[in-house]
Each structure stands twice: as structure tokens, then as C-alpha cells.
């Protein structure tokens, strides 16, 4: 894992990059020029931001779930940024073309995806591991454990 710095962080739960206008005949100046009425094709972080995720909460750790059916594990990076931030990152190329080859239906995605998300204060972020089983990407995020406030008898004088 890899610590990067930055500065943007506004969402205290997801970190999501998202174009509002991604999808409509017109660019957001991300991908085509700026006004353009010739259909745009979505950004390669759209294109393949299906990768949802379910972030649980158990008494020892943060559980974190990514569908990411088709990558191997070398194609998805789990990233620990300014020491709180959990970023999830991958990559799905398309399949190679051939001049002989008759496509008839392209409907599985590609490109790139990046979630983050801000860890609680009581992540074990150093302690970060992950794990990929039949295409879902489980991140656990160990807690540290809550300390019970000592509880002191005070004699009642009287």
C-alpha cells in the first residue's frame, strides 16, 4: 500500500469522481471539446464505475465489498492515502480486436473505476487487508478497541 497526498477531501463518507454530464451529447470538457454536438464516448472512469460497493461495520472491523467480476487481482489496487482515506482503484481492458472478427453486441464494460472513502477515526489503517474470491474484493479495516472508561467508587463521607 501506498500513501499519496491530497487535498481535495470534501465528502466525509464517499470520494466518488463523478461528471454530471456524462452521457449527453454535449462534453463537460473532460473528455471532448468543450460544446461539442457530436456524441461523446464516457470517460474511462465512467465507463466502468460499476463497481459498487458495501461498506459494514462489525464489533472488530470496517468490511468493505467491491463486485469486480472479470479482473484478476493484479488489475485492482487498495490504497491507504493521508492515512484515513481507503481507495479502491481498478482496471478492465477491452478484448483485443481482430480484422477478421464480426462484433455483434459489445455490452460488457471497460475502463477505469476509483472509489474512495474516508475511514472513522478508530480504523487500523497500517493494518489494511485484502482478499479476492470469485470476483468480490474484500477489503477489511481493523478497529481499535474501545477502551472502557475505568469506573472509580468514591466514598461518601457523612
Known amino acids: 500500500m501506498s500513501l499519496i497526498r ?44 460499476g463497481a459498487r460497493i458495501d461498506w459494514k461495520e462489525t ?12 479482473l484478476k487481482k493484479e488489475e485492482v489496487k487498495v490504497e491507504v492515502e493521508d492515512g484515513n482515506i481507503l481507495q479502491i482503484s ?25 472509489r474512495r472513502f474516508r475511514l472513522p477515526d ?4 497500517e493494518q489494511v487487508k485484502a482478499s479476492m474470491e470469485n470476483g468480490v474484493l474484500t477489503v477489511t479495516v481493523p478497529k481499535e478497541e474501545v477502551k472502557k472508561p475505568e469506573v472509580k467508587s468514591i466514598q461518601i463521607s457523612g
Not at 25 to 37: E, I, K, M, Y
Not at 122 to 125: D, L, P, T, Y
Open 6 to 49: 491530497r487535498s481535495n477531501v470534501f465528502d466525509p463518507f464517499s470520494l466518488d469522481l463523478f461528471d454530471p454530464f456524462d452521457g449527453f451529447p454535449f462534453g463537460s470538457g473532460s473528455s471532448s471539446g468543450s460544446g461539442s454536438l457530436v456524441p461523446r464516448t464516457s470517460s474511462e472512469t465512467a465507463a466502468f464505475a
Open 59 to 70: 464489533p472488530e472491523a470496517h468490511v468493505f465489498k467491491a463486485d469486480v467480476p472479470g
Open 122 to 125: 478508530n480504523a487500523k489503517a
Open 90 to 114: 481498478g482496471e478492465r481492458n477491452r478484448d483485443q480486436e481482430e480484422k477478421t472478427d464480426t462484433w455483434h453486441r459489445v455490452e460488457r464494460s471497460s475502463g477505469k473505476f476509483l
